[in-house]
T-cell receptor, first 112, second 113 residues
Framework: NAGVTQTPKFRVLKTGQSMTLLCAQD?????MYWYRQDPGMGLRLIHYSVGEGTTAKGEVPDGYNVSRLKKQNFLLGLESAAPSQTSVYFC???????????FGEGSRLTVL | QQQVKQSPQSLIVQKGGISIINCAYENTAFDYFPWYQQFPGKGPALLIAIRPDVSEKKEGRFTISFNKSAKQFSLHIMDSQPGDSATYFC????????????FGQGTILTVHP
């Protein structure tokens, strides 16, 4: 049972490049989330989804887009990467609210 | 704006000691307060959680104490072990917020053998 899987685990980008982070969960969870983790800031919510075909903005959505075309997948896109987006990104999923969030192992992104 | 404030940022204790991490929240709509544990290179994992209808919850060596009137809650780790060395996050959620957790800043706990 894989749980929540994130790809890629590491990526280095140049300013202005674009990329997509993929999150896949095999627990049939309705809710999915993208967080970013920065030192001293905890985890901050970027975007979330409450079901297939739905997305909504979190606390820090600027510069990111998301899509949830399939229930098990939640994609996070950066259209034009900036150094301020250097961070560790975590995807999570949840069966219900409020309830336990299951996190992936993270994707470390560096923007030069 | 940080709605959940966590302290201390880092904590060093000796093996067998008690580790205490504190959190304070502002939003009175929060009604679910979990603690997450994160080891290096891993994602956070749920450790223990409490709802405001009780003042304390204990699971093994881990205890959450909750003070609704003060809008504070804390994690106590009894008989701390080197394997408890990790980053701990408090969080809060409201029942109508689609499970969107608001996290504290995190506490790096180091337990010396």
């Amino acid at each position: 049972n894989a749980g929540v899987t994130q790809t890629p685990k590491f990526r280095v980008l140049k300013t202005g490049q674009s990329m997509t982070l993929l999150c896949a969960q095999d627990m049939n969870h309705e809710y999915m989330y993208w967080y970013r983790q920065d030192p001293g800031m905890g985890l901050r919510l970027i975007h979330y989804s409450v079901g297939e075909g739905t997305t909504a903005k979190g606390e820090v959505p600027d510069g990111y887009n998301v899509s949830r075309l399939k229930k098990q997948n939640f994609l996070l896109g950066l259209e034009s990467a900036a150094p301020s987006q250097t961070s560790v990104y975590f995807c999570a999923s949840s069966f219900r609210e409020p309830g336990e969030l299951f996190f992936g192992e993270g994707s470390r992104l560096t923007v030069l | 704006q940080q709605q959940v404030k966590q302290s201390p940022q880092s904590l060093i204790v000796q093996k067998g000691g008690i580790s205490i991490i504190n959190c304070a929240y502002e939003n009175t709509a929060f009604d679910y307060f979990p603690w997450y544990q994160q080891f290096p290179g891993k994602g956070p994992a749920l450790l223990i959680a409490i709802r405001p209808d009780v003042s304390e919850k204990k699971e093994g060596r881990f205890t959450i104490s909750f003070n609704k009137s003060a809008k504070q809650f804390s994690l106590h780790i009894m008989d701390s072990q080197p394997g408890d060395s990790a980053t701990y996050f408090c969080a809060a959620d409201g029942s109508t917020s689609y499970g969107k957790l608001t996290f504290g800043q995190g506490t790096i706990l180091t337990v010396h053998p």
